[in-house]
């Protein structure tokens, strides 16, 4: 069994997906119109074929106040692995991306957290 599909709920579809594209680097894999909203995911560049990522409208009741619970706690709603934290956070912050915490050390793990301007914060981690 491997992970096929997950999901981050946003605010605004074409706002999610200029940043989950321009600014963070994923590339579009669906596009398919479903009623008012889409089926709009992105996947690595890495990998085109792996795990995909969502980008669900969040219309639902429930979640405005999931995603607010989750943000003023501080819980990022989903993580992105990637090379080296401190650079990431670097060419990210050039972007104008707003962290809500900067790289931390954690043992063998170094993380930050990001706002992805569409409701959610989003973790980005490396190992050594």
Known sequence: MKIHLTSVFVDDQDKA???????LGFV???????????WLTVVSPEAPDGTELLLEPSGHPAVQPYKTALVQDGIPAAS?????????FN?????????TQEPLEMGPVTTAVLD?????????????
């Open 17 to 23: 997906l200029r940043f989950y594209t321009d600014v």
């Open 28 to 38: 579009k894999k669906h596009d398919v119109p479903v009623g008012t909203d889409r």
């Open 80 to 88: 992105f692995a990637v090379d080296d934290v401190p650079a990431e």
């Open 91 to 99: 060419r990210l912050r050039a972007l104008g991306v707003h962290f």
């Open 116 to 128: 992805d301007t569409c409701g959610n914060l989003i973790q980005i981690v490396h190992s050594r």
